[in-house]
């Protein structure tokens, strides 16, 4: 026979059970014993047999109604759980947020930033998912990731986007003759060797532009894919190279660190976008999560504008 009985009736039978009598089980519920009675006498109808009896000790589970205990435990228990879960989605602490992130965020700035969110909603689960800016782009518009930071690119008219500019800096090696200068220009950098990332890389094409607007001529000895072997190449003493903030910043935190960060100008910037899709809801948790992240990534952007040391990165 399937069983069709109300939640309230297991509650009921579950506290009789541990109360072990029916008028404790009313006053532990705030109920008159006719009701806890008449309860119990709805479930043993539908079960289709007895569960307690009366002894000289009092009130007794009939042999079949031990075994329906535990089947109502297990059922309480997921009610309790279903609750807690609904709870957590309404407040915004419950399911998992994903969210990917360029290389050059990805191992300190977004911890950091999510540290900060789980100090404040400790019970939410989180998902840093590290990939190049193009498929963070794709998997946030697919619904896939719920939040993405990315470099600015084309192709982004899918999503709601948020600019930060943040201001890049050049990394001077030890040997470099332009150590000591407290802020390099464009010229300066005419005919010394550089380190770009890929040639189509919004870094590569703004440096190429400044230095084409002053008659420089551009040396490029060694190409990258990411702005921490660029900077790694820098402090090897292979050549110069603008850098974004927080690569820069962590670098000047190693010990083997040689190499100086120095304000270039004509001021550069490394786009960010922060993204999330157009066409796919946002949850509770990811509304709550975006105050954060914005003000993360609000602080680099301000940080940038200073010339930048391990004391004023910190700040």
């Known amino acids: 026979m399937k069983i069709r009985h109300q939640l309230r009736q297991l509650q009921i039978f579950q506290e009789v059970v541990r109360t072990g009598s029916l008028s404790k089980a009313a006053r532990r519920l705030e109920l008159s014993q006719p009701a806890v009675s008449t309860a119990i006498a709805n479930l043993e109808q539908e079960v289709g047999f007895l569960l307690f009896r009366r002894n000289r000790l009092g009130t007794e589970l009939t042999p079949e109604a031990h075994y329906l205990v535990e089947g109502v435990e297990k059922v309480m228990a997921s009610v309790k759980h279903l609750d807690e879960l609904s709870d957590g989605l309404r407040q915004g602490r419950a399911g998992k947020l994903i969210l990917g992130c360029m290389p050059g965020l990805s191992p300190t700035t977004m911890p950091e930033i999510m540290a900060n969110y789980l100090h404040d909603f400790p019970d ?23 939040i993405g930071v990315i470099e600015v690119q084309d192709d982004l008219h899918e999503l709601e ?7 890049m800096h050049l990394a001077v090696p030890a040997n470099s003759p332009l150590n000591g200068k407290p802020v390099i ?11 770009t990332l890929d040639e189509h890389h919004q870094s590569t094409l703004k440096l190429k532009n400044a230095l084409r607007a002053v008659q420089a001529k551009c040396h490029v000895v060694i190409e990258t894919h990411l702005f921490p072997s660029a900077i790694t190449l820098v402090n090897a003493g292979v050549g110069h ?20 960060i120095v304000p270039f100008e004509p001021g550069i910037n490394l786009d960010i976008a922060l993204i999330t899709s157009r066409f796919h809801p946002l949850s509770r ?23 930048l040391s391990v004391n004023t990165a910190a700040c």
């Open 124 to 146: 939410s689960n989180l998902s840093l998912q590290t990939f190049s800016s193009t498929r963070i782009r794709d998997w946030v518009a697919e619904g896939q990731f719920d």
């Open 185 to 195: 220009t464009a010229s300066d950098l005419d005919r010394i060797p550089l380190i």
């Open 241 to 260: 190279a603008l850098v974004d903030p927080v690569s820069a910043y962590n670098f000047l935190m190693r010990r083997d660190c040689g190499l100086s």
């Open 285 to 307: 948790q990811c509304k709550h999560f975006l105050p954060y992240l914005v003000d993360g990534l609000e602080k680099w952007q301000t940080r940038a504008l200073q010339p």
């Open 161 to 167: 986007i948020s600019s930060f500019a943040m201001r």
